[in-house]
């Protein structure tokens, strides 16, 4: 099954997983921490009380965190991981989920995009992917791809119970982000 197919198909914690996870992964261009989105993920278990308060207090902490400098590309992929950031919905239900889903999953796939050396594609090629026609995609939006596809799966099987792997497939990807960041700072390729 696509990737855009399991959105469609996502309940309201699937739809919340999967854009909480695709920001996580990002959150380093953000000057983000590790910790910062656990109060968001502690409320994917509980029925979204809080939802709306935790976010605002996500967001003031993002704002003041520095982001990594740079011009161009940089500033691109902080753009996309800050549109991720300014999409999260007020209320864990309804529309504003599918639509922040969406969102997150265009833009961690293109920072993975533009982050791979390897990789010439647009937003078409973006878009491909998402529909289930993955073959050429570099490593860097293949793996993202897979970790999108994979938290979608874990909710859609095991519900709460499927949220601490979820974070775990997210806690990986950023680390492999945050490790392709930190290379390209120093000028040393993919």
């Given at each position: 099954?696509?990737?855009?197919?399991?959105?469609?198909?996502?309940?309201?914690?699937?739809?919340?997983?999967?854009?909480?996870?695709?920001?996580?992964?990002?959150?380093?261009?953000?000057?983000?921490?590790?910790?910062?989105?656990?109060?968001?993920w502690?409320?994917?278990?509980?029925?979204?009380?809080?939802?709306?308060?935790?976010?605002?207090?996500?967001?003031?902490?993002l704002?003041?965190?520095?982001?990594?400098?740079?011009?161009?590309?940089?500033?691109?992929?902080?753009?996309?991981?800050?549109?991720?950031?300014?999409?999260?919905?007020?209320?864990?239900?309804?529309?504003?989920?599918?639509?922040?889903?969406e969102?997150?999953?265009?833009?961690?796939?293109?920072i993975?995009?533009?982050?791979?050396?390897?990789?010439?594609?647009?937003?078409?090629?973006?878009?491909?992917?998402?529909?289930?026609?993955?073959?050429?995609?570099?490593?860097?939006v293949?793996?993202?791809l897979?970790?999108?596809?994979?938290?979608?799966?874990?909710?859609?099987?095991?519900?709460?119970?499927?949220?601490?792997?979820?974070?775990?497939?997210?806690?990986?990807?950023?680390?492999?982000?945050?490790?392709?960041?930190?290379?390209?700072?120093?000028?040393?390729?993919?």
């Open positions: 099954m696509s990737l855009v197919e399991l959105i469609a198909q996502a309940d309201e914690r699937g739809l919340a997983a999967s854009g909480l996870a695709c920001l996580d992964r990002c959150v380093p261009l953000l000057g983000g921490g590790d910790d910062v989105l656990r109060p968001l502690a409320g994917l278990v509980d029925d979204g009380d809080g939802w709306g308060e935790r976010v605002a207090k996500i967001r003031r902490e704002e003041s965190g520095t982001a990594p400098g740079g011009a161009g590309e940089a500033e691109d992929v902080v753009g996309l991981a800050r549109r991720m950031l300014d999409a999260v919905p007020g209320e864990r239900s309804g529309a504003g989920l599918r639509a922040w889903a969102v997150c999953s265009v833009a961690a796939l293109r993975h995009q533009l982050l791979d050396p390897l990789d010439r594609g647009g937003a078409e090629a973006v878009d491909a992917c998402r529909e289930g026609r993955a073959d050429g995609a570099s490593h860097l293949a793996a993202e897979r970790r999108q596809v994979t938290v979608l799966e874990l909710i859609a099987g095991h519900g709460a119970g499927a949220v601490r792997q979820a974070l775990d497939v997210s806690t990986e990807g950023r680390r492999v982000l945050r490790a392709v960041v930190s290379r390209r700072a120093r000028g040393v390729p993919g």
